[in-house]
Structures are given as C-alpha cells and as structure tokens.
T-cell receptor, first 115, second 111 residues
Framework: DAEITQSPRHKITETGRQVTLACHQT?????MFWYRQDLGHGLRLIHY???????NKGEVSDGYSVSRSNTEDLPLTLESAASSQTSVYFC??????????????FGPGTRLTVL | QKEVEQDPGPLSVPEGAIVSLNCTYS??????FMWYRQYSRKGPELLMY????GNKEDGRFTAQVDKSSKYISLFIRDSQPSDSATYLC???????????FGSGTRLQVQP
C-alpha cells in the first residue's frame, strides 16, 4: 500500500545544530507540504513543493529550508535549531485532482525538542 | 486575527450525544472546506470534504458550509468513544493547493 513516512519519529537536539527531518511518500504525488503543530496554533505551513525542483515558502518559513530532487522525498532542514522550533512536524502529500480537492495525506509526525 | 478561528475545547459529551463542531473564517476566497480527524500522537486524516456552500452527509457525519456567514460546521450523530480525537477544520481557495487550518477542537466522548 502507498504511504507517507517520516523519520526520525523523535529527535532531541541542541540549540545551534543543523537538523534534517526526512519525509518519503510512495503515492507518487506531485505536491508535498511541511507543517508544524503547536498548542493553540493548529497546523501552520512551513514550506511546500508542487514538483521536482519546485519549492515555496509558507507562513512560518524563517529558519527552515527544503529541497526537492525527486518526487518521493522532501527533507526539511533547520539551519540552526532554536528553542522556538520545538514542535511536532508533519509532512503531507497530495495529487491535484478534479474540482481542486487536493486531498492531503499526512505522515505520522516527528516530535522535535531543541534544548 | 487568524484567517480561521476554531474553539479549542475540550468538548466532553456522553456517548450517543450529537456533537457540533464549528469554524469561522475571514477569507472570502476560500472555496474548499475539509474536516480532519487527528488521534493522539497520529497524523491528521481527512474525514469530510465540501465544495462551496451546502451540506454533505457520510454515515454519522454531516458537514455544513454557510459561505454568506463564513461559517462551517461538522455534526456527529450517535457519538462513540472512538470519536474521541481532535477535529481540525481546513480550507483553501481555487488554484491554491496548500491548506489553512483551524487550531483544532479536542473532543472527548464519555462511555
């Protein structure tokens, strides 16, 4: 069955370190998204990609970067981790369908703690 | 002010009750409206999807959209303990593929 996976599931790091969170989908979807989820804020969009070599900033992109070299993967990099980036990170993918439904399928999440 | 407002709850109801979950929004460009369900420590999963105004029913779940009031609702009939989760509304405009989410309402159905 097609799926979307994230790794690691849990990560503890120190302030100032570079961290990369992996996202891999086997749906063959063109669209991929990274969100962070914090209490009281719901899911907020960090970066998204509509295809290989395409990346776009979301509403909370400062301090994060992504690259899309193939259809299946969209890794999220925290250039210099800060305590404010302690959060749960979700990756999602979608295929543009008719009527613009674009149903998004979510991964299980990565819980990141920055000390 | 957030584009999408949602009461965070928690909302606690007895088993068998009718549950009403709501979101309001400010962006009149939103055309597609979704409800996601998220169990603890899991990723969200799509529950209901509605285009523009109107109602949509799927089993015990009914989604309503009132674009004139910028208000959407999710009704759960005969609620079950297995419905205990956080419910997130999400929406987007035509041509945009990223979603704007509400903050989520935590629902607890007591047996």
């Amino acid at each position: 069955d097609a799926e979307i996976t994230q790794s690691p599931r849990h990560k503890i790091t120190e302030t100032g370190r570079q961290v990369t969170l992996a996202c891999h989908q086997t749906w063959n979807h063109n669209n991929m998204f990274w969100y962070r989820q914090d209490l009281g804020h719901g899911l907020r969009l960090i970066h998204y990609s509509y295809g290989v070599q395409d990346t776009n900033k979301g509403e909370v992109s400062d301090g994060y970067s992504v690259s899309r070299s193939n259809t299946e993967d969209l890794p999220l990099t925290l250039e210099s981790a800060a305590s404010s980036q302690t959060s749960v990170y979700f990756c999602a993918s979608s295929e543009s369908g008719t009527l613009g439904t674009d149903t998004q399928y979510f991964g299980p999440g990565t819980r990141l703690t920055v000390l | 002010q957030k584009e999408v407002e949602q009461d965070p709850g928690p909302l606690s109801v007895p088993e068998g009750a009718i549950v009403s979950l709501n979101c309001t929004y400010s962006n009149s460009a939103f055309q597609y409206f979704m409800w996601y369900r998220q169990y603890s420590r899991k990723g969200p999963e799509l529950l209901m999807y509605t285009y523009s105004s109107g109602n949509k029913e799927d089993g015990r779940f009914t989604a309503q959209v009132d674009k004139s009031s910028k208000y959407i609702s999710l009704f759960i009939r005969d609620s079950q303990p297995s419905d205990s989760a956080t419910y997130l509304c999400a929406m987007k405009g035509t041509g945009r593929r990223a979603l704007t989410f509400g903050s989520g309402t935590r629902l607890q159905v007591q047996p």
